[in-house]
């Protein structure tokens, strides 16, 4: 078993030597058909990034039957260890059968990808590592299942839907509010799409702010962290434990909050609250069509949908939908209506009704593996959403009205803003 994040030399010296393009891998190590299926019929599943949202899945995983963890991945040798061993002890039962085979540990995430057992990878990285192990698992036909927010900028977004749909993989979006949290979010989005408070006027979205750029001092480099390859495609600069904790940690990091690597509160939550009210205005497909930052500040932005809907960033905690008739409120820790008689009449047979589906997101992911159906926060879905997200991002930056075409995915007549949909990536990352 892999152990040592350096392991990985003798495996890339082949790959890098042979190819072109520096992160692009020989079409041989990809062309091999995937394993099928694990032990007892189980979905091999390999975790890549080891931080907090996959030590939760990890732990979610191990209580799922028709998975088998069989590989994790990290840059920090902390928690690549600590990973495997909670792998170890979860399979104890199936190491005692003979049905366990070992956990394997790479430094590397395309080592990983390029394991012929492997079906399907869960992605917890930050955000500016989502695209491209999401692509090249795309390529090597493996199904993902990608935290939120799905990218870093849009062109990113349309890259791993059009990888997604060309290798024709199950990729689920991590937007678990779709899918948990007792319901609540299911329930607003059918009494919603119900028309239970009318036509919808507004919509409020409580979420943190726009990101910043980086402005972190330098600190050493600490032994057992491949700090360049945690920077990746982003533009380089020197280590800082803010960004990449030295311990197995138990807080979201803040590199959040940097341009270099996430969109801010904004698109973090707001790759939740945002896609909930994608999903009650039926506009998963589509996105507002214009952008109106405030003059200041880092709340007040509004979004314009084709059809007079306007959404605002800012307000209580979750969102809340305005109509004709009333209002629903919704967050984690429930859902409220104003009068109360909304949510307290059950919806009728011709209401509208989300089609039944697994309590848990990774179970829905994971039955869609098997039934090569589309998972409830498919790809296209979560591109659209982390689209909203940087669409306010890039109003906050510029300060001026923007107006968007959706299908084209592209700013009206504005050559400053359409060069934000994406950013060059620092090599060998630019080259996917």
């Known amino acids: 078993m892999t152990r040592r994040i350096s392991s990985r030399r003798s495996f890339l010296h082949t790959v890098l030597a042979s190819s072109a393009a520096p992160l692009l891998l020989p079409s041989s190590v990809w062309a091999a058909a995937k394993s099928g299926s694990g032990p007892n019929g189980r979905v091999n599943v390999g975790l890549i990034g080891m931080g907090m949202m996959n030590r939760g899945h990890l732990g979610g995983f191990l209580n799922l039957p028709d998975v088998q963890l069989v590989a994790v991945c990290d840059v920090h040798q902390g928690r690549l260890d600590d990973a495997v061993e909670r792998v170890h002890k979860g399979y104890a039962k199936d190491k005692e059968s003979g049905a366990y085979k070992g956990c394997a540990a790479f430094g590397d995430f395309r080592e990983l990808l390029a394991r012929k057992d492997i079906d399907a990878v869960c992605i917890g ?19 993902v299942y990608c935290e939120k927010p799905l990218s870093l900028t849009i062109a990113e977004g349309r890259a791993m839907v059009n990888a997604a749909r060309e290798n024709n993989i199950v990729f689920q979006t991590g937007s678990q509010q779709r899918t948990e949290f007792k319901g609540y979010f299911r329930q607003a989005v059918e009494y919603i799409r119900s028309g239970r408070i009318g036509k919808v006027k507004t919509v409020r979205v409580g979420v943190g702010g726009p990101a910043k750029p980086c402005d972190l001092p330098a600190e050493p480099s600490p032994a057992g962290t491949n700090w360049d390859l945690w920077n990746g495609p982003s533009p380089e600069r020197a280590f800082n434990q803010v960004l990449c904790p ?23 939550m707001g790759a939740h609250h945002f896609d909930i009210a994608q999903w009650a205005l039926g506009m998963d497909d589509f996105c507002p069509v214009e952008i109106h930052p405030p003059a200041s500040g880092d709340s007040g932005l509004r979004f314009v949908y084709a059809n007079g809907v306007e959404m605002f960033h800012g307000g209580p905690s979750g969102a809340t939908f305005e109509g004709e008739l009333g209002t629903i409120y ?6 409220e209506s104003t009068p109360k008689s909304i949510l307290e009449t059950p919806l009728g047979e011709k209401d509208f009704k989300l089609p039944a589906i697994a309590a848990s997101h990774k179970q829905n992911w994971v039955d869609c593996i098997k039934s090569r159906a589309k998972p409830v926060a498919d790809v296209a879905i979560g591109a659209r959403t982390a689209q909203v997200c940087q669409l306010g991002n890039i109003g906050y930056w510029l300060r001026r009205p923007l107006k968007w075409n959706p299908a084209k995915e592209e700013f009206i007549n504005d050559a400053e803003a359409n060069k934000l949909r994406s950013r060059e990536n620092r090599a060998p990352w630019n080259k996917v």
Do not use: M, Q, S
Request: charged content about 30%; some cysteine.
């Open 330 to 335: 919704v967050d984690r820790k429930g859902i």
């Open 246 to 268: 030295l311990d197995i940690h138990k807080h979201f990091p803040a590199w959040r909050n940097y341009r270099e690597y996430a969109c801010g509160g904004l698109a973090d």
């Open 125 to 143: 990285t930050p955000d500016h590592w989502h695209a491209i192990p999401a692509i090249l698992a795309a390529r090597a036909k493996k199904d």
